[in-house]
C-alpha cells in the first residue's frame, strides 16, 4: 500500500472520511503515526527477510577499504554475508580489535580477502586485495520512509498493511482517546507483529547465519550474526 492510501484507510478506520482530503494538519498527523509505526517493526526483528538487499562490488589492486552501501542498517552488523569468487570463499567477519591483532599492519599481506572487518561506514578486507576481485554481499537494508504519495511505498509486505494500521491506531486513540482505547489497540497490534515474526521465521528456518572469531584464549569460536555491532 502506498503512503497516500495508509493515511486515507488510517482516516477511514477511525471515522475520519471526512477528513480525507480537507484536514491537511490531521493528515500530518497520522503519517507521524504511521512512520513511527513502520520504523518500530524494523526494529523488531534482528532480520526480516523482505529488509534483505544485495550489492556486487570489485575490489582494486592494494585497497583494503570500501564503503558500505548507503542503504546499509547500521543501528547494528547488518552484512549477514560476503563472498568473493575467485578463490572461491566465504570471508569471515572479525572485530576491529581482532583485525588489528591479526595484522598491525593489513597492507603486508596480499591476495583473494577471507577476512573482514566494519568500522564506521567502511567495509575492511584481508589479506589485502592484489587484484580486481568481484565480491558479493548480502545485508539488510534500512526501511523505507513513506510519503503522503501515491508513489511512496514501504518495505513491508502488502499481506500485513493491516498491522501497519493497526499500530497507527495505537497512536491515535492515545492522540484522541475519545476515538478508542490504546491498551486494546496495542494488543491487537503486538499480535500482528508477533504473527509478522512467524511467518518471516518460517523463511530463516533452514538458514543459520554466524560469523567467526576467537576469544580472549585464542580458542576460534562461532556467534550469531544478530550479536555484531558496527565498530566493535
Same mark, same amino acid.
Do not use: C
Given at each position: 500500500?502506498?503512503?497516500?492510501?495508509?493515511?486515507?484507510?488510517?482516516?477511514?478506520?477511525v471515522?475520519?472520511?471526512?477528513?480525507?482530503?480537507?484536514?491537511?494538519?490531521?493528515?500530518?498527523?497520522?503519517?507521524?503515526?504511521?512512520?513511527?509505526?513502520i520504523?518500530?517493526?524494523s526494529?523488531?526483528?534482528?532480520?526480516?527477510?523482505?529488509?534483505? $538487499?544485495?550489492?556486487?562490488?570489485?575490489?582494486?589492486?592494494?585497497?583494503?577499504?570500501?564503503?558500505?552501501? +548507503?542503504?546499509?542498517?547500521?543501528?547494528?552488523?547488518?552484512?549477514?554475508?560476503?563472498?568473493?569468487?575467485?578463490?572461491?570463499?566465504?570471508? @569471515?567477519?572479525i $572485530?576491529?580489535?581482532?583485525?588489528?591483532?591479526?595484522?598491525?599492519?593489513?597492507?603486508?599481506?596480499?591476495?583473494?580477502?577471507?577476512?573482514?572487518?566494519?568500522?564506521?561506514?567502511?567495509?575492511?578486507?584481508?589479506?589485502?586485495?592484489?587484484?580486481?576481485?568481484?565480491?558479493?554481499?548480502?545485508?539488510?537494508?534500512?526501511?523505507?520512509?513513506?510519503?503522503?504519495?501515491?508513489?511512496?511505498?514501504?518495505?513491508?509486505?502488502?499481506?500485513?498493511?493491516?498491522? @501497519? +494500521?493497526?499500530?497507527?491506531?495505537?497512536?491515535?486513540?492515545?492522540?484522541?482517546?475519545?476515538?478508542?482505547?490504546?491498551?486494546?489497540?496495542?494488543?491487537?497490534?503486538?499480535?500482528?507483529?508477533?504473527e509478522?515474526?512467524?511467518?518471516n521465521?518460517?523463511?530463516?528456518?533452514?538458514?543459520?547465519? $554466524?560469523? $567467526?572469531?576467537?576469544?580472549s584464549?585464542?580458542?576460534?569460536?562461532?556467534?550469531?550474526?544478530?550479536n555484531?555491532?558496527?565498530?566493535?
Amino acid at each position: 500500500m502506498d503512503g497516500k492510501s495508509f493515511i486515507d484507510e488510517l482516516m477511514m478506520d477511525v471515522g475520519k472520511i471526512q477528513n480525507l482530503t480537507t484536514d491537511a494538519n490531521l493528515r500530518s498527523i497520522a503519517l507521524r503515526w504511521l512512520r513511527r509505526v513502520i520504523k518500530d517493526i524494523s526494529a523488531r526483528h534482528p532480520h526480516w527477510t523482505w529488509l534483505e $538487499s544485495t550489492q556486487t562490488f570489485p575490489t582494486l589492486n592494494e585497497i583494503m577499504s570500501y564503503d558500505l552501501p +548507503l542503504d546499509i542498517d547500521l543501528s547494528g552488523h547488518k552484512l549477514f554475508d560476503l563472498r568473493q569468487y575467485t578463490t572461491p570463499a566465504k570471508l @569471515v567477519y572479525i $572485530s576491529q580489535r581482532r583485525f588489528d591483532e591479526l595484522q598491525p599492519d593489513p597492507t603486508i599481506q596480499t591476495g583473494a580477502p577471507l577476512y573482514y572487518t566494519i568500522f564506521a561506514t567502511s567495509l575492511k578486507l584481508w589479506p589485502v586485495p592484489d587484484a580486481a576481485i568481484i565480491m558479493y554481499m548480502r545485508y539488510i537494508k534500512t526501511i523505507a520512509v513513506i510519503s503522503d504519495s501515491e508513489t511512496s511505498t514501504t518495505d513491508i509486505p502488502a499481506k500485513f498493511d493491516e498491522v @501497519v +494500521l493497526d499500530g497507527a491506531k495505537v497512536h491515535a486513540f492515545k492522540y484522541f482517546p475519545e476515538w478508542g482505547d490504546s491498551r486494546e489497540q496495542k494488543q491487537i497490534y503486538e499480535g500482528g507483529v508477533l504473527e509478522m515474526k512467524r511467518d518471516n521465521n518460517i523463511s530463516l528456518d533452514s538458514e543459520n547465519f $554466524s560469523y $567467526s572469531d576467537r576469544d580472549s584464549a585464542g580458542v576460534l569460536k562461532e556467534y550469531p550474526y544478530q550479536n555484531q555491532r558496527i565498530g566493535s
